[in-house]
C-alpha cells in the first residue's frame, strides 16, 4: 500500500508549487536582461510576446546584481520592455529513445522534419559531465569507416576521437558523409552546426538517403540561427549519442563543424562581457570545448567514436581553435588543399595525420605494411622535386627507386570515390598486395591486437627476466668461487 502511494507523494514532492516570473527591462544585442525570475546558469525560461501572441525560449547565460541575462533560441521580434518571463525550474533535456533514429531535430531536440511529434518518455540533460576515467571500457576494438585511406593508414578504435582539418572547401563534409554511409557503428548521431541551409537537405537526401537515414539521428542549427542554437545543438547532439551509448551501442557522433561551435561561444562570451583573449576567442571557449569533447569516448556499458570537423582558418593550422580541438583529441585527418587542386579525394595528407590509437586497434603485420606504405609516401616527397625535374637518377637509392616504383599505386590506393564503398577486408587485402607483405587471417578480425601485451606487461616481464638473469649470475658466480672459498676457510681454521 505505501508504495502505491509513494510514487504519488515523489511526484508531489518534486513539483514546483510557484511559478518564478521576471520582466524584460533590456535588449542589448543578443542578449535579453530582466529583472527577475529566480533562475541557475542554464536554466530555461519561456518569454512571452503579448503582441504577436508567440513564447520564445530562452537560457539563463549569466547575472549582473539583480539582473538576469538571457539568450533566445529563436527570434524575438515583438518583444518588448515589461515582456513577462517564466522561469522552467529546468536545464535544457533532449528527448531520447529508439524513435529518434531517422529523425531530424533543432537545437532544443524537438523535431523539424515534419513527421510529427516523438514518442518519447525519457530525457537526458545536454550539460552532462564526461564519463568516469576509471571505469571507461578500453578502446580494443577496430572501427570500419568504409574510407580506404582512413581504414588503412589511420585506423581507429571504437570510442577514438578524431578530428578532420581543413580549410574551407577542401572535402571536410563529403569525407563525414562517406564516413556516414558506411561505417559498422550501430547509430550515427550526426550535429549539422553553424553550416549552410542548402547543405542540410543536400546531406539528408543526397549524402545519407534512406538507408542511411534510418540508423541516423541529426541535430541542425543552420549559420542563421541565434548563437545559443548554434552552442547547444552540439550539446544536444553529445546527449542523444550518450543516450545510446548507455544502451549499449556503438555510436558514431559527427560534429560539421566545431569551429562554428567555437564562433557560438565567442559570440556569447563577448555579448555578455566576457573580454576577448587569443584571437578575439574569449577564455570561456577554450575552456567548453575540452568539456564537450571529453564527453566522448568509451564509457562502462557503450561507445562513442567521434569525429570532429574544424574549419581550419586560413589554412593556419597552429590558430588556437584547431590547436585546442587537435590537443584534445586522439588523432587528427588534415586535408590537403593542394592535394584536394590535383582531385585526389579524400584529400588526406597522410603525412601530416596520425591517429593515436591506431597501434591498439591493427595487428602486427599490418603495422609493418602501414609503416612501409607511410615510409614510401615520406621519401617520395622529400624527393618528389627532385623527382619531377629528372634530376634523380634511377638506381642511386633503393628506396627512392621503389617509392617512385610505387608512387601510382598508392595514390590510386589513397584515392576513392565518394560513392564507392571499401570493406575492412578488402582495404587489408590491398594495403597487403601493395606493401608485398603478407597480412594473416587473424589480423582481419575486429580486436586484431586482444592477446598483444602492453608495454607495462612487457617492461615488468623485462624486468623479472632481469632479476632471475642477476640471481642465477651471482649463484653460478658463488658457486664457482666455492671450492677457493673452502680452501680459503680451511687455511684459516689450520692457522687456528
Ligand atoms: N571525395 C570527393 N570526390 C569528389 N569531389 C569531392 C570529394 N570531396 C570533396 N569534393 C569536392 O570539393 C567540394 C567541397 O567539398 P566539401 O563541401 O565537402 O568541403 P568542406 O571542406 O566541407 O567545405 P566548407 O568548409 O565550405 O564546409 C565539393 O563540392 C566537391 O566538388
Ligand atoms: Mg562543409
New binding site residues.
Given amino acids: 500500500m505505501e508504495s502505491f502511494f509513494n510514487k504519488y507523494l515523489n511526484t508531489v514532492k518534486h513539483t514546483e508549487t510557484i511559478l518564478y516570473t521576471g520582466h524584460v527591462t533590456a535588449v542589448k544585442g543578443l542578449v535579453i536582461e530582466s529583472n527577475g525570475p529566480r533562475s541557475v546558469i542554464g536554466e530555461i525560461c519561456t518569454i512571452k510576446i503579448p503582441s504577436r501572441n508567440k513564447e520564445v525560449l530562452a537560457e539563463v547565460m549569466g547575472f549582473e546584481g539583480n539582473t538576469v541575462k538571457l539568450m533566445p533560441y529563436s527570434d524575438t521580434t515583438g518583444i518588448e520592455i515589461g515582456c513577462e518571463i517564466i522561469a522552467s525550474g529546468h536545464i535544457l533535456q533532449v528527448p531520447v529513445g529508439k524513435n529518434l533514429l531517422g529523425r531530424v531535430l533543432d537545437a532544443t531536440g524537438t523535431p523539424i522534419d515534419g513527421k510529427g511529434s516523438l514518442d518519447v518518455t525519457e530525457y537526458y540533460p545536454v550539460l552532462a559531465s564526461p564519463p568516469d576515467p576509471i571505469t571507461r571500457l578500453p578502446i580494443n576494438k577496430r572501427i570500419s569507416t568504409g574510407v580506404r585511406c582512413i581504414d588503412s593508414l589511420l585506423t581507429c578504435g571504437k570510442g577514438q576521437r578524431l578530428g578532420i582539418f ?1 580549410g ?8 563525414l558523409s ?1 564516413i556516414a554511409r558506411n561505417t559498422n557503428a550501430d547509430i550515427n548521431v550526426i550535429g549539422l552546426i553553424g553550416e549552410r541551409n542548402r547543405e542540410v537537405n543536400d546531406f539528408i537526401e543526397r549524402d545519407l538517403g534512406p538507408e542511411g537515414m534510418k540508423r541516423s539521428v541529426i541535430v541542425v542549427a543552420t549559420s542563421d540561427t541565434p548563437s545559443i542554437c548554434r552552442l547547444r545543438a552540439a550539446y544536444v547532439t553529445t546527449a542523444i549519442a550518450e543516450y545510446f551509448r548507455d544502451q549499449g551501442k556503438d555510436v558514431m557522433l559527427m560534429m560539421d563543424n566545431m569551429t562554428r561551435f567555437a564562433h557560438a561561444q565567442r559570440e556569447i562570451g563577448l555579448s555578455t562581457g566576457e573580454a576577448p583573449a587569443q584571437r578575439g576567442y574569449p577564455p570561456s571557449v577554450f575552456d567548453l570545448i575540452p568539456k564537450l569533447l571529453e564527453r566522448t569516448g568509451t564509457n562502462d556499458k557503450g561507445s562513442i567514436t567521434a569525429f570532429y ?1 574544424v ?1 581550419v582558418d586560413g589554412d593556419d593550422m597552429d590558430e588556437p581553435i584547431t590547436d585546442k580541438v587537435r590537443g584534445t583529441l586522439d588523432g587528427h585527418i588534415v586535408l590537403s588543399r593542394s592535394l ?1 587542386q590535383q582531385r585526389h ?2 584529400a588526406i595528407d597522410v603525412l601530416k595525420s596520425i591517429s593515436r590509437l591506431a597501434r591498439r586497434v591493427s595487428g602486427r603485420e599490418t603495422l609493418k605494411a602501414v609503416n612501409k606504405i607511410s615510409r614510401l609516401v615520406a621519401i617520395y616527397e622529400d624527393n618528389r622535386d627532385m623527382i619531377s625535374a629528372g634530376v634523380y637518377q634511377k638506381g642511386a637509392n633503393a628506396e627512392i627507386d621503389l617509392s617512385i616504383d610505387k608512387h601510382e599505386a598508392i595514390e590510386e590506393f589513397l584515392c ?3 560513392d564507392e564503398h571499401c570493406s575492412i577486408d578488402d582495404t587489408l587485402q590491398k594495403l597487403s598486395a601493395l606493401a608485398e607483405i603478407e597480412i594473416p587471417d587473424e589480423e582481419y578480425v575486429e580486436q586484431p591486437a586482444l592477446g598483444r601485451k602492453t608495454v607495462a606487461q612487457l617492461v615488468h616481464e623485462h624486468k623479472e627476466e632481469n632479476v632471475t638473469d642477476a640471481n642465477a649470475k651471482a649463484s653460478g658466480a658463488f658457486e664457482s668461487n666455492l671450492p677457493e672459498q673452502i680452501s680459503a676457510i680451511s687455511d684459516v681454521a689450520d692457522k687456528l
Avoid at 168 to 175: A, Q
Fill in positions: 581543413a574551407s572547401g577542401v572535402g571536410k563534409s563529403t569525407l562517406m570537423n574549419l584536394a579525394y579524400p576513392q570515390e565518394e
